[in-house]
């Protein structure tokens, strides 16, 4: 008998260890955008407010908005203090003291001391301002004390040119709300979002929308699937051309599919929807692309039309693995074509069946460019998606934060769907294996 060598490796730990790289490929190609998609959509992150184009998690300050919007405040305080009189004269000095102060508070940092003078001489230059010296952090009391003495400067201006004391005091409101705009809050906001999208009813009908389209769509191009497979496994005339025809819609880019159903589509001189008022099926051509049933049946049928030749390929090479010989041994026990397919046919298709499933729902339910490219998501949300709700929060609001917590939600939703089909398919291969 063999002895296993101390020091060596059992099988067990082999295996793990030769399929080492590919989890660590995994984790860096898969797992990380995620992770990092969650991390953002903690965080409150819009690219339209500059206080916000990034992760801070400590109060801070730009000092190229400081920089450039404090001295304007100065020197119009200092103007309106040399030609007044009496106690505006009083009032206005009092204010260029408290502001004078407030900048010298926060020049006693030797940091924010140097980089005033380096962006203000970059400013002067007209040079662009590097990140390095933009922000600095501040502490939470630097802050207080910078929003009290703008809130008193301002409601003192607004006083004075209430009662017409200033000529123009909306002047130095807006450099102070500059100045205010220039400080920099932490933007953590932990589950907000989540929480926000559970009582969202936008989310939920975007959800809705999302599983409406993939239920429908999916088992329509199963059933159409296994159709056009078993035809073109039958031996005819012809039938590698045939094959071929089959694959055209999938291999069509899936934007430029959308664009030509759109003018198939069209409620003026759509062929598609010429022939639908013909026959009945629609009341008006152009109810297609402008309600909501319309829209919905619409972008379901031109997935169908271009999705279901992917199925039947599938379904076809699952068919190839079925041995000739059962079927002749059905055919001399008196089964007919009927009876074969539901006997034997079906059971042996059981495995690929659930692959070109787990493979065109998980497509299905991450639909976005031939919604998009037809519908838009339109009319009134009605074929609004979950991910084109991503893209339009994300690229149209520009609000990263709200968008990513859309993108994790779109993750989850796959995983547990991913996880559904798995567990299926594995115990239906663990069944075949133990000849169940």
């Known amino acids: 008998m063999n002895r296993q060598n101390k020091g060596s490796l059992s099988e067990k730990q082999m295996g793990y260890l030769l399929i080492l790289p590919a989890l660590l490929i995994i984790l860096i190609i898969a797992i990380w955008p995620v992770m990092r998609s969650f991390w953002i959509s903690l965080h409150d992150i819009r690219l339209n407010d500059p206080t916000k184009t990034e992760v801070h998690s400590s109060y801070g300050l730009d000092m190229e908005r400081y920089v450039s919007t404090f001295p304007n405040l100065l020197r119009y305080v200092k103007k309106e203090a040399e030609a007044a009189q009496g106690p505006a004269k009083d009032k206005l000095e009092a204010i260029r003291q408290e502001i004078e102060q407030m900048n010298q508070a926060l020049q006693q940092s030797g940091e924010i001391a140097s980089r005033y003078e380096a962006i203000d001489q970059l400013l002067l230059e007209f040079k662009p301002i590097p990140n390095e010296l933009k922000y600095v952090t501040l502490t939470g009391e630097a802050t207080d004390a910078i929003r009290t003495t703008l809130a008193q400067t301002e409601s003192t201006l607004l006083e004075m040119g209430a009662n017409k004391q200033l000529a123009k005091p909306e002047g130095a409101v807006g450099v102070m709300a500059g100045i205010t705009s220039a400080i920099i809050e932490p933007n953590y906001v932990g589950f907000a979002y989540y929480q926000h999208f559970l009582t969202d009813s936008r989310m939920w009908a975007a959800l809705y929308n999302t599983f409406f389209f993939t239920v429908v769509s999916v088992v329509i191009e199963l059933v159409l699937g296994i159709a056009i497979a078993l035809l073109i496994n039958r031996p005819f005339r012809g039938r590698g051309l045939v094959r071929a025809t089959v694959l055209i819609p999938w291999a069509i880019p899936t934007v430029i599919s959308a664009m030509m159903w759109k003018f198939l589509y069209d409620g003026q001189n759509g062929i598609v929807a010429h022939l639908f008022e013909?026959?009945?099926?629609?009341?008006?051509?152009?109810?297609?692309?402008?309600?909501?049933?319309?829209?919905?049946?619409?972008?379901?049928?031109?997935?169908?039309?271009?999705?279901?030749?992917?199925?039947?390929?599938?379904?076809?090479?699952?068919?190839?693995?079925?041995?000739?010989?059962?079927?002749?041994?059905?055919?001399?026990?008196?089964?007919?074509?009927?009876?074969?397919?539901?006997?034997?046919?079906?059971?042996?298709?059981?495995?690929?069946?659930?692959?070109?499933?787990?493979?065109?729902?998980?497509?299905?339910?991450?639909?976005?460019?031939?919604?998009y490219a037809l519908t838009g998501g339109g009319p009134a949300n009605s074929t609004e998606t979950i991910s084109i709700y991503a893209y339009k929060t994300m690229f149209a609001q520009m609000s990263f934060g709200e968008g990513s917590a859309l993108a994790v939600l779109v993750f989850l939703c796959v995983a547990l769907i991913s996880i559904g089909y798995i567990k299926i398919l594995g115990a239906d291969l663990l069944g075949e294996g133990n000849g169940k």
């Open 278 to 371: 013909v026959t009945g099926l629609v009341s008006d051509m152009g109810v297609l692309l402008s309600t909501k049933a319309g829209a919905m049946f619409s972008v379901i049928l031109a997935d169908v039309w271009k999705t279901t030749p992917f199925m039947a390929l599938l379904l076809f090479a699952g068919l190839q693995t079925i041995p000739h010989s059962l079927y002749e041994a059905a055919s001399v026990d008196g089964a007919n074509r009927m009876q074969q397919f539901f006997r034997i046919t079906l059971p042996m298709l059981k495995s690929t069946i659930l692959v070109a499933l787990l493979f065109r729902t998980l497509d299905a339910f991450r639909v976005f460019d031939l919604i």
